[in-house]
């Protein structure tokens, strides 16, 4: 089994950034895709950016431009860097990794942006 701890999470002002972790403990399994899905308040679960085992990424329309997801799979961890952010950033950042079998899920971490 994959367990996943994100950290990163916290207080921005607008326009600021954050980065958030996540790392993969090793359980023999091998990890593909990796990513992050965030939930706001009274929404539903959003998908936020994906990154594939060689690299290849995805976002969500409403983050293209000010989003970075990236992983270092020597260290199982994949990464969301956000700049710009805005106040509709705001919402608990799950991050997730599919192994052959499954999809895990980390704890989450809140991310707020306020001034």
């Known amino acids: 089994q994959v367990q996943l701890v994100e950290s990163g999470g916290g207080l921005a002002q607008p326009g600021g950034s954050l980065r958030l972790s996540c790392a993969a403990s090793?359980?023999?399994?091998?990890?593909?895709?990796m990513g992050w899905y965030r939930q706001a308040p009274g929404k539903q679960r959003e998908l936020v950016a994906t990154?594939?085992?060689?690299?290849?990424?995805s976002y969500a329309d409403s983050v293209k431009g000010r989003f970075t997801i990236s992983r270092d799979n020597a260290k199982n961890t994949v990464y969301l860097q956000m700049n710009s952010l805005k106040p509709e950033d705001t919402a608990v950042y799950y991050c997730?990794?599919?192994?052959?079998?499954?999809?895990?899920w980390g704890q989450g971490t809140q991310v707020t942006v306020s001034s």
């Open positions: 990154i594939t085992s060689s690299g290849s990424t």
């Open positions: 090793r359980s023999g399994f091998s990890i593909y895709g």
């Open positions: 997730y990794a599919d192994t052959k079998y499954t999809t895990e």
